[in-house]
């Protein structure tokens, strides 16, 4: 499934369609596509395996959820995979000794590490244009 900020029947070359001619604005136009990509990101998790006996935990993959399914990606990149849902995601990275779950990276988490420390995000969030 692809999203659109117009449907390509919306109006012809006969019609006018004040949708499409305010999207003709250079920055109605990039805050509109900013807004449909916002509304349609899909969800940001890691893997984490948790230790039983002591304090450490480790990323272990990162998935994205989409409506219907998750992607999801070992960090060592020896495993990818389709499945139908996080926690199956999850089940697949389970082994003695720890506790896995999976963590979702939530604008919220993201807001929190910038006034944390913003020196420690990866270089590519870096806002573009920097």
């Known amino acids: 499934m692809t999203t659109a900020l117009a449907d390509e029947n919306d109006g012809g070359d006969d019609e006018a369609n004040p949708y499409l001619d305010a999207l003709r604005d250079p920055e109605?136009?990039?805050r509109t596509v900013q807004d449909m990509v916002l509304r349609n990101a899909p969800g940001l998790f890691a893997i984490v395996q948790d230790q039983a006996h002591?304090?450490?935990?480790?990323?272990?993959?990162?998935?994205?959820?989409?409506?219907?399914?998750?992607?999801?990606?070992?960090?060592?990149?020896?495993?990818?995979?389709s499945l139908e849902t996080v926690d199956r995601a999850v089940a697949h990275f389970a082994v003695d000794e720890c506790t896995v779950r999976s963590v979702r990276v939530a604008p919220d988490l993201v807001v929190q590490a910038i006034l944390r420390d913003p020196s420690a995000l990866p270089p590519e969030w870096a806002p573009q244009g920097s």
């Open 28 to 30: 109605v136009y990039e």
């Open 54 to 81: 002591e304090p450490n935990a480790h990323v272990v993959a990162w998935g994205m959820s989409f409506p219907g399914h998750v992607e999801v990606i070992s960090v060592d990149g020896r495993f990818r995979a």
